[in-house]
């Protein structure tokens, strides 16, 4: 009989059903099934049914590896970190974060509701289908998240306890690598798809003043505990139904620049649309998909503006932060923060380590270039002129004239 109180090690599909057995979440006599379903660069995910009931939960076990890549050691505690944050989101936005029903410190494992009914959205952008309430729900989860967890509303000492709880060394250096550094230069570790590499070399790495603000952003990222972060707020980290939104994978949270989640939710919704603008034949339909992204994308910023500044009036304890002036500094740097991970996140998912699927799956070579060369234009526009972006339309103007 295996136990689970003494050591930690990665679970089969097997001993994830009898681990089961032991948090009696299951009726005794049940025959669980189980599949691990993890598709992620991290970590394991087990999907546990019991047929007779339909009754199901997911177990999310963090491994001492990266699956990516053994070259990553990336401590299992990272699970005490999603388990966390998962908790306190379940607090500030119930309906945007799967239900958490148990946490082991031993297995490095957290066991939550099964979103099976769900769609991961990176998957749904493929398939081109579309979300009208998806930028409601994003807005509102990031006012949420990232005004409330911050210097604005909470007790400063209490946020520094914050702070501490969430210091996430490895995964914050994972993203200090693969975003603010490695793709800036001919880093062995970076993957460019051959007929992107031309424009890569001749047109960043050899940029000294695109890699001059890639430094001064890395040092941002190390240094500005703004709020409570999700830190990997990319289209994979969110299931969709038509009506519901749900935020998962929180494992590189921590105290860090509010701006990275709304930026990197932007440039992840910005792949989706250069996929569109290459892979869909007929024009009427193109026009009606890659709209409905940009559309997306003007309202998560204007609903973002519009929502912190009401939550700001409505929730705000620091009283320096009343002084006229203030909330139209804090956002414009909000703004100028974002437009910069735009760019970043478009940079390192066609130059470094981990692709994604929106550009990879395009099979044609040159439209797959093409997809990847408008990512990199418009990168560098995001990075470079990031004090210029004050509103939805700014956003979008930068895509439809380079992307
Ligand atoms: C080694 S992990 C590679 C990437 O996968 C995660 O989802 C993060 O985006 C990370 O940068
Ligand atoms: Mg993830």
Do not use: I, L, N, S
């Given at each position: 009989m295996t136990t689970f109180t003494d050591r930690y090690f990665t679970m089969t599909e097997t001993e994830a059903v009898e681990y089961a057995k032991t948090l009696s979440i299951f009726p005794e006599d049940s025959t669980i099934t189980c599949e691990e379903i993890g598709d992620g660069n991290l970590n394991y995910v087990f999907r546990l049914v019991d047929p007779q009931t339909t009754q199901s939960i997911i177990i999310k076990q963090a491994g001492p590896v990266a699956r990516i890549s053994d070259e990553f050691k990336v401590s299992p505690d990272r699970n005490r970190i999603e388990h966390d944050i998962l908790k306190i989101q379940g607090e500030l936005?119930?309906?945007y974060v799967p239900e958490v029903y148990h946490y082991d410190p031993i297995m490095n494992c957290t066991v939550m509701e099964d979103l099976s009914d769900y769609t991961i959205l990176r998957k749904a952008f493929l398939h081109k289908q579309t979300f009208p309430l998806l930028s409601d729900h994003l807005s509102t989860f990031l006012v949420q998240t990232l005004l409330l967890t911050s210097d604005l509303v909470l007790n400063h000492k209490d946020k520094k306890e914050q702070v501490k709880a969430f210091i996430n060394p490895e995964l914050c250096e994972i993203t200090e690598d693969l975003v603010y550094t490695e793709p800036f230069y001919d880093c062995p570790r970076n993957e460019v798809f051959s007929e992107t590499l031309p424009y890569v070399q001749e047109e960043f790495w050899g940029d000294e003043q695109l890699a001059l603000e890639t430094a001064k952003l890395k040092f941002q990222f190390l240094t500005k505990a703004q709020s409570l972060i999700h830190g990997d707020f990319h289209t994979g980290s969110i299931f969709v139904t038509e009506n519901q939104t749900k935020v998962i994978d929180a494992e590189f949270a921590f105290y860090g620049p509010a701006g990275y989640d709304i930026g990197n939710i932007i440039a992840n919704l910005i792949f989706a649309y250069v996929n569109g603008e290459q892979t869909i034949e007929d024009p009427i339909e193109r026009e009606s998909y890659t709209s409905y992204v940009l559309t997306t994308i003007r309202e998560i910023i204007d609903q973002f503006k519009e929502k912190f500044t009401y939550a700001f009036y409505d929730?705000?304890?620091?009283?320096?932060?009343?002084?006229?002036?203030f909330l139209e500094y804090y956002l414009e740097e909000l703004l100028t923060d974002t437009a910069a991970v735009v760019g970043l996140e478009l940079a390192r998912r066609v130059i470094g380590l981990a692709p994604v699927e929106d550009l990879t799956s395009i099979t044609n070579p040159t439209k797959r270039a093409a997809a990847e060369i408008a990512c990199l234009k418009a990168a560098k526009v995001f990075i470079l002129n990031r004090q210029d972006f004050f509103n939805g339309e700014d956003f979008t103007r930068v895509i439809s004239e380079y992307a």
């Open positions: 936005v119930p309906e929730q705000v304890t620091e009283r320096v932060a009343e002084y006229p002036g």
